[in-house]
């Protein structure tokens, strides 16, 4: 059992990552990649995919046109391939992660206010948070892709606690990606990490503050 607790008096705000962290949408991001890539010549392994764990998708896509190119698709019909496919997932499969609902309606009980810092793109965020029905839990959501640097550069986190008029060492971020907590921790914020379950193990994944196995255990330790 995890005896690890936080004083959440000493933070005025608590962001929280998207992917892997409120929502297990890693499994229909590999489903989506998986037959996107494939359809454009270019499968991918399980490993392959670690690779780019936390980075936009635009990013991703980058990655593997620079490292296996393909023909016929450009990057961005791909991306729109991918995000398209994963608007469709998310709708039918998406279910909010044990623990979720019941922290952001802790935080909102206690005044602390809540914000969204995400890789993914405005139109995944808005199919999340409708089919989660959670939008109204949240004072702010941003994502990376209005920032010029995605993750680990700290910008989304930084314009985030900027919009909810709180100084970065009184914000308490919530990551599962060590893209994710490299970003929080370059923000002068404190760091949570629950590793999303599908995850490699990551050593790296230390450089978090706080560690847990669920969203319930991270719940427990702030009541």
Known sequence: M???MIDLSKYKGVIFDMDGVLIDSEPLWKIAMEEVFTKVGCPLTRNDFQKTVGLRIDE????WFNHTGW??????EVEDLIINRMVDLIQKNGEPLVGVIETLNFLKEKGVKIGLATSSYTVLIKAVLNTLNIESMFDFVHSAEDERYGKPHPAVYLTVADKLSIQPQNCLVIEDSLNGIISGKAAKMKVVCIPEKTHTPEPKLM???????????FLNAIK
């Not at 450089?207 to 669920?214: E, I, K, Q, S």
């Open 2 to 4: 995890n005896t690890i």
């Open 60 to 63: 991703v896509i980058s990655y």
């Open 71 to 76: 023909k016929n698709y450009s990057e961005k």
């Open 207 to 217: 450089l978090a503050d706080y560690h847990f196995v669920t969203m319930n255990e």
